[in-house]
């Protein structure tokens, strides 16, 4: 399958390459899979459609600089990264998917939202969306677009990595329903933090198609059992189930 990867945002002290649904996941990378290489499906008007556009660095920091004047936000602390980007498919034509951090005084925000190729237009318009610490203290995000329930529209599946911790990856998903965006956590992949819990576990994420349909499979590697942090030893498939994430199967 041919992949395409976004440029990554240029915020302070930040580098490094995007792996795709590895362990661990790089600050401010987005990976999206053009129309080209799904399943077909009914045949679009090629010359009414807008044409697939990469969020690149040149298109990113215009409309980072654009969404933080509209919403009085500022990128004054080092530990923001600004605007992330990956390119998504909806309603069979290409846009942004947008995660907006920054600052309104001594607030900090996390806004999503999905903005049209143009760089301004608002398709969903930006929210609040709940702010991880780990992102204020050193974790990594990073973005995955798949079409989770084989609609021709993509979900964004959200990767965090807390690197506090010896060992904190997890992800959630992003479901995008007409004008409105809805929030699903997922499940962990990997838990190590002995100084407050006993709770340890080492996995990796990794998709299967089934159908038209992408599910998300958890191989667990290691596990002192289930638990808030943990998955039990063993694979574990989930699926997405209108705006839910379910867990289909385990071998």
Not at 51 to 74: H, I, V
Not at 221 to 237: F, I, M, Y
Request: aromatic share 4%; net charge negative.
């Amino acid at each position: 399958m041919r992949e395409r990867q976004s440029n990554e945002p240029a915020s302070p002290g930040v580098g490094g390459a995007y792996a795709c649904l590895a362990l661990a996941a790089v600050v401010g990378c987005g990976k999206s899979t053009s129309p080209e290489d799904r399943p077909p499906a009914a045949v679009v008007d090629a010359a009414s459609s807008p044409r697939w556009l990469e969020c690149t660095e040149s298109l990113r920091a215009p409309m980072e600089a654009t969404l933080l004047e509209r919403y009085r936000l500022t990128r004054d602390d080092e530990r923001i990264d600004g605007l992330r980007c990956v390119t998504i498919q909806v309603a069979h034509q290409p846009a942004f998917f947008v995660e907006l951090i920054g600052s309104e005084g001594e607030r900090h925000r996390r806004l999503l939202g999905v903005v049209a190729t143009n760089g301004t237009t608002e398709l969903v318009g930006l929210r609040d969306a709940k702010l991880e610490w780990a992102q204020l203290r050193g974790g990594k995000v990073s973005f995955e677009t798949v079409d989770l329930d084989g609609d021709r529209s993509d979900e964004v599946v959200v990767h965090f990595d807390d690197r506090r911790q010896d060992a904190a990856s997890w992800i959630d998903v992003i479901v995008i329903r007409g004008r409105g965006l809805t929030e699903i956590r997922g499940p962990r992949i990997s838990y190590d933090d002995p100084d407050l819990d006993d709770d340890r576990c080492a996995g990796v994420l990794t998709t299967r198609r089934v159908g038209a349909a992408t599910h998300l499979v958890v191989t667990t590697q290691t596990s002192t059992g289930k638990s808030e942090h943990c998955l039990a030893q063993g694979t574990h498939v989930f699926a997405l189930d209108a705006d839910r994430l379910v867990e289909s199967a385990t071998d």
